[in-house]
């Protein structure tokens, strides 16, 4: 199939697609004589497999580990399960500063009840209050991703 009918049967965009090839988590596809690549069902399952790690927040380092061992199905797996380990560390943690993220914005919340004058608004005021305290201590740590 070509990458566009890859594309559409896996939901992923064509430029992820190329992507994962660039990054070398996705075999490169032979070419035809008019330069059209040629993806085959275990590129569609190599895809299905990345796209589920990805799914679960994994990093571009950890799929490519994962795949390793998937290439070499008589490897010991052990460093699976520490992988595996360390990412519901990493999961855990991100949890952990969501809480205290969910926790900072019904405090910011609970500031403003009514609508009224910007001016007076006590998310703003929450919000201009605690940036110039990160301006003055340095910069704050964002939730974004897992690690």
Do not use: W
Request: with cysteine; proline share 4%.
């Amino acid at each position: 199939m070509r990458i566009g009918e890859l594309a559409q049967a896996s939901g992923t965009p064509i430029e992820t697609i190329r992507f994962y090839e660039r990054e070398g988590l996705l075999p490169a596809a032979p070419r035809t004589e008019g330069n059209y690549r040629i993806y085959t069902p275990e590129h569609a399952e190599r895809l299905g497999f990345i796209r589920q790690c990805r799914n679960l927040d994994m990093t571009l380092d950890e799929v490519r580990v994962l795949l390793r061992f998937k290439d070499d199905p008589l490897a010991d797996c052990g460093e699976v399960n520490s992988l595996l380990d360390a990412h519901i560390g990493h999961v855990a943690e991100r949890i952990r500063e969501l809480r205290g993220l969910e926790k900072e914005l019904r405090s910011l919340r609970a500031a403003c009840s009514s609508p009224h004058a910007a001016a007076e608004c006590g998310i703003l005021n929450g919000i201009d209050q605690a940036g110039a305290h990160v301006a003055a201590q340095g910069r704050r740590k964002h939730v974004r991703g897992a690690h």
